[in-house]
């Protein structure tokens, strides 16, 4: 079993930035390929990031620039620093692990607002 934790949400002026934490627990976080995922009110959850286990990276068109996806392997953790927030950023934001069917964080809401 994997149990994810995210941390670094918060409300933030439009332009600005923001660091997003996942961490995982357990000894196999290195070998699976981890994803960022956000469901904005009354819309379906999305895909933002996808990063594997070697760190090879994938980001959706509209956060393409702006949005970059990471991992520390040492530290069981992947990120998304997110740069030039937009209010249409404003969602919950989920880590998910693609492993045994997959394993979802508790989410971490993000606020894009002046």
């Known amino acids: 079993q994997v149990q994810l934790v995210e941390s670094g949400g918060g409300l933030v002026q439009p332009g600005g930035s923001l660091r997003l934490s996942c961490t995982a627990s357990?000894?196999?976080?290195?070998?699976?390929?981890m994803s960022w995922y956000r469901q904005a009110p009354g819309k379906q959850r999305e895909l933002v990031a996808v990063i594997t286990s070697v760190g090879n990276t994938n980001v959706v068109d509209s956060v393409k620039g702006r949005f970059t996806i990471s991992r520390d392997n040492a530290k069981n953790t992947m990120y998304l620093q997110m740069n030039s927030l937009k209010p249409e950023d404003t969602a919950v934001y989920y880590c998910?692990?693609?492993?045994?069917?997959?394993?979802w964080g508790q989410g971490t809401q993000v606020t894009v607002s002046s």
């Open positions: 357990g000894n196999i976080f290195s070998i699976i390929t």
């Open positions: 998910y692990a693609n492993y045994m069917g997959g394993y």
